[in-house]
């Protein structure tokens, strides 16, 4: 006989209860990009990236499949692992600080009149960052906070040797109205790791302490 018994333990409350933090949300996240040196003369690109970075995304992978044959049926074998360029919408401000240091780099990369630029890749590859966040405020003590002064960092993804492949149009239109310009960039990347969250201080510069969930402040100072 079935054991219907079972099926009433998977209730909307016990859903409830599952459903740990109320589900991470979306639009809770933000983004560090370094620059390589050879983009310069740049001021406050750090907290630019972290504010102007309105769209991203969690990074994906793949590992390839080997169809191997035997006696007319196919044996899957895992392959290589891939990973899929990652894509940033940024919203542009009148200081184009944030599209003229994704200019510089990709003109760094290869000259716009020139066809030639940096061919060691460690001059141009660096290093970012997104933060998957909470929305349960922390108190310095760690406890629940209503004010929501520090949020706490759920999980965050590193990438290596990132550079940007793709920086986008940005349309202008006469008839455009309640708009802010926006463009979007796609990087191209070694490899990403993940981490289950880090502390972060007051300026959102990272602590060397693994393991733990991180928080930083939601002030932005």
């Not at 690109?45 to 972290?50: H, Q, S």
């Not at 196919?74 to 899929?84: C, I, M, N, S």
């Not at 929501?148 to 940005?170: C, H, M, W």
């Amino acid at each position: 006989m079935a054991q219907v018994g079972k099926f009433n333990e998977r209730s909307i409350t016990n859903f409830r209860d599952r459903l740990v933090g109320g589900g991470a949300r979306s639009n809770m996240f933000e983004v560090n990009i370094e620059l390589p040196a050879g983009v310069n003369g740049l001021n406050d690109f750090k907290n630019d990236i972290r504010f102007m970075v309105k769209a991203a995304e969690i990074p994906a992978s793949n590992i390839g499949n080997i169809p191997v044959p035997f006696r007319g049926r196919v044996l899957p074998v895992a392959g290589d692992r891939t990973f899929d360029p990652w894509t940033v919408t940024i919203i542009n401000d009148q200081k184009f600080n944030i599209r003229d240091a994704m200019e510089q780099w990709s003109n760094l990369i290869n000259d716009l009149r020139f066809d030639v630029g940096d061919i060691n890749p460690a001059d141009y590859q660096t290093k970012a960052e997104v933060y998957q966040l909470s929305r349960q405020g922390k108190s310095s003590g760690g406890s629940s906070n209503s004010g929501g002064d520090k949020i706490t960092v759920l999980r965050q993804y590193n990438f290596e040797g990132i550079y940007p492949n793709a920086v986008s149009s940005i349309p202008l239109d006469y008839g455009a109205t309640d708009q802010i310009e926006e463009f979007q960039v796609t990087f191209n990347y070694l490899f990403w790791t993940v981490e289950g969250g880090l502390p972060r201080t007051a300026q959102g510069e990272e602590s060397v302490t693994a393991g733990r969930t991180g928080v930083f402040t939601a002030s932005g100072t």
